[in-house]
């Protein structure tokens, strides 16, 4: 059983640049949900997504958006980046509702120059 | 509302003591879940325990041990003989229950725990 990956684990970008980030869900796992943590802080939920549609949103700005695909895997999109933006982006599966728990990736660190 | 607040930002040990770390929540939901992670420097969340909230009865898990008291809105977690190992910042969280769903994860601002040799 795989856990959850993503890609990259590192990323440096430019104020006003756009990124993606990917995640892989584990394996039978049906819902993605992406948090961000500033350094020093816990984490604070974006959204999540069930069959390829968002279903729940944190107080983040539209330029935060998403996507899942068929295969279950999700995106994370971040257009017109901003310096506070720099945080640990972590990706979570799970089964339909949260059931069983969450799983978490180990993240990718953006940093935004 | 809902809130997590773990008091405590950073607790250092000498290896084999005693640790517990402190986690109060606020909700006015009457299902809900509670959990415990942990965090090592590679930064992935570790699973430790989920509660719900209509079973109150403490859970031991080795040298872990977590005491659920409603009364106080509290769920604590103590570390028995810790272990160098045992170094990485804990989060405490919540998260609802609606629809048959569980919601998303509320989490504290986490607690840094250093064991020393």
């Known amino acids: 059983e795989t856990g959850v990956t993503q890609s990259p684990t590192h990323l440096i970008k430019t104020r006003g640049q756009q990124v993606t980030l990917r995640c892989s869900s584990q394996s039978g796992h049906n819902t993605v949900s992406w948090y961000q943590q500033a350094l020093g802080q816990g984490p604070q939920f974006i959204f999540q997504y069930y069959r390829e549609e968002e279903n729940g949103r944190g107080n983040f700005p539209p330029r935060f958006s998403g996507l899942q695909f068929p295969n279950y895997s999700s995106e994370l999109n971040v257009n017109a980046l901003e310096l506070d933006d720099s945080a640990l982006y972590l990706c979570?599966?799970?089964?339909?509702?949260?059931?069983?728990?969450?799983?978490f990736g180990s993240g990718t660190r953006l940093t935004v120059v | 509302a809902q809130k997590v607040t773990q008091a405590q930002t950073e607790i250092s040990v000498v290896e084999k003591e005693d640790v517990t770390l402190d986690c109060v929540y606020e909700t006015r939901d009457t299902t809900y879940y509670l959990f415990w992670y942990k965090q090592p420097p590679s930064g992935e969340l570790v699973f430790l325990i989920r509660r719900n909230s209509f079973d109150e009865q403490n859970e031991i898990s080795g040298r872990y041990s977590w005491n659920f008291q409603k009364s106080t809105s509290s769920f604590n977690f103590t570390i028995t003989a810790s272990q160098v190992v045992d170094s990485a910042v804990y989060f405490c969280?919540?998260?609802?229950?609606?629809?048959?769903?569980?919601?998303?994860?509320?989490f504290g601002k986490g607690t840094k725990l250093s064991v020393k040799p």
């Open positions: 969280a919540l998260s609802g229950f609606y629809g048959g769903s569980q919601g998303n994860l509320i």
């Open positions: 979570a599966s799970s089964l339909e509702g949260g059931l069983g728990g969450y799983t």
